[in-house]
């Protein structure tokens, strides 16, 4: 591995006013490529008097996230969503993590998901129901109320349908507020009438409203399987006896509801907007939708559709919804050549090394076809949902959910792009379109 660099400052105009700017800015993960580019595959720098640390390396990656994981815990952004997540799976720490993810896992066992594909296909057919041909939908709209109906009903066995508009908008002001929790002033801020206080303040009210409003619909129900999330946390008994307290099943059900349908939806935003601008690719999903049978009750049929599986995953290449993964140290490490002391700031980012060239050739081009050869990779060249104990543990589900959507979709429409189509990206917690993703719809024949 590389020796690191140190950089000469922090790329901004002052230490204060600048400070954390690749991640605060729109234009983040090309900024941060482009510093990792010019600094290196292990650098650092220093933010707020803080040593940081940016490793572009695949060995480095690996180690952080797997090999000397536990001398790290999560970072900065993470810690700071605990006032809104609680101790939820993205948030808490070990032991309690490991303790919450074992109850959880069986949803998402291979027999499980079969029933959830068929959910998937359902929704995905109901939510084209009022598409038009010749007009112009924005995906950053269609696609969240999507994803969100698919979690709720799969994984908690209840519909949200007259919460989605609710969610969708309290997830849209979360991601604005999201780098001003960032600052180290937040704590205090955070304490006074501040607006952006008084915003987040309603953000959070309306979203617990909602997961209240969801455990009553599932509780008033005699449908729902008691291995689907919400049964496996509401019927848990720990050694003493106990359960699950109102609070921490809250904090599970809006940590799922939220991170689970964002994530994908702007997955599937930007695998249209590649697809609509890459027709050939787009005749070649929509041949393979065409050959497969999406009604089979099949677990495995997002593996029956390997070119579409390999869009997706080449999409999630070229844009991550989880951009950027943070840790800190809680003890001195070395990672490689880079000695880290307790406290300081190691800054992963998925974005950055997905489109490394000494990874990939042609690192900035749309190719599916580079997933069909057998070269194979480092470990953590790609790794869009994290790594080590910590990796999402709802891969198997993303992974199902989007190929299904996409297959769905792009069997029954053709989308292209319009004059306002824009790869444009906003980073904040997630990987958004800047400006929305219109495209132009029409019927396939």
Not at 37 to 55: A, I, K, M
Not at 402 to 430: H, K, Q, Y
Request: charged share 25%; hydrophobic share 45%; with cysteine.
């Amino acid at each position: 591995m590389a020796s690191v660099r140190r950089a000469p400052k922090f790329p901004g105009p002052g230490p204060i006013a600048a400070t954390l700017d690749v991640f605060l800015r729109d234009d983040g993960p090309v900024r941060l490529s482009r510093y990792a580019r010019t600094y290196g595959p292990v650098s650092s720098f220093l933010v707020y008097g803080q040593r940081v640390f940016l490793f572009d390396d695949a060995g480095a990656i690996e180690e952080v996230l797997v090999t000397k994981g536990r001398s790290f815990r999560k970072g900065v952004g993470l810690q700071r969503m605990r006032i809104l997540l609680g101790d939820g799976l993205l948030t808490s720490e070990e032991p309690l993590h490991l303790e919450r993810r074992r109850l959880v896992q069986p949803a998402f066992h291979r027999k499980r998901l079969s029933s959830y594909a068929r959910t998937m296909r359902r929704l995905s057919r109901g939510a084209m129901a009022s598409w038009n041909d010749g007009e112009t939908r924005d995906l950053t709209m269609d696609m969240p109320p999507l994803t969100l109906a698919i979690a709720s009903e799969s994984l908690f066995g209840a519909a949200m349908n007259d919460d989605a508009a609710l969610v969708a908008s309290a997830m849209s002001e979360l991601m604005h507020l999201f780098p001003g929790m960032m600052g180290p002033l937040q704590p205090i801020r955070s304490r006074l009438p501040l607006p952006e206080t008084r915003r987040f303040e309603r953000m959070r009210a309306n979203l617990d409203s909602a997961i209240a409003r969801l455990i009553e619909t599932r509780r008033a129900s005699a449908d729902g399987g008691a291995d689907d999330v919400f049964g496996l946390l509401t019927n848990a008994r720990f050694d003493d006896g106990s359960q699950l307290d109102a609070m921490a099943l809250r904090d599970e059900l809006l940590t799922f509801i939220l991170a689970g349908h964002e994530t994908t939806s702007n997955a599937l935003a930007w695998t249209l907007y590649l697809l609509a601008t890459h027709p050939e690719v787009q005749h070649a999903v929509a041949a393979e939708a065409y050959a497969a049978d999406l009604d089979a009750p099949d677990a495995t049929l997002d593996e029956a559709l390997p070119h579409t599986r390999a869009v997706v995953k080449e999409s999630m290449r070229l844009f991550p919804p989880a951009w950027a993964i943070g840790r800190m140290a809680t003890e001195r490490v070395e990672i490689g050549d880079a000695v880290l002391k307790r406290g300081d700031t190691v800054l992963l980012s998925p974005y950055v090394t997905q489109r490394n060239p000494r990874y990939f050739d042609r690192p900035d081009e749309f190719r599916p076809e580079r997933w069909a050869s057998a070269e194979t990779l480092p470990r953590f060249a790609y790794f869009p949902f994290g790594g080590g104990n910590r990796v999402c543990i709802g891969e198997p589900f993303a992974w199902m959910e989007a190929v299904i959507v996409l297959a769905t979709l792009i069997r029954e429409w053709r989308f292209a792009p319009t004059p306002a189509t824009s790869n444009d990206m906003l980073g904040l917690l997630t990987l958004r379109p800047e400006r929305g993703m219109p495209l132009k719809i029409a019927p396939r024949r």
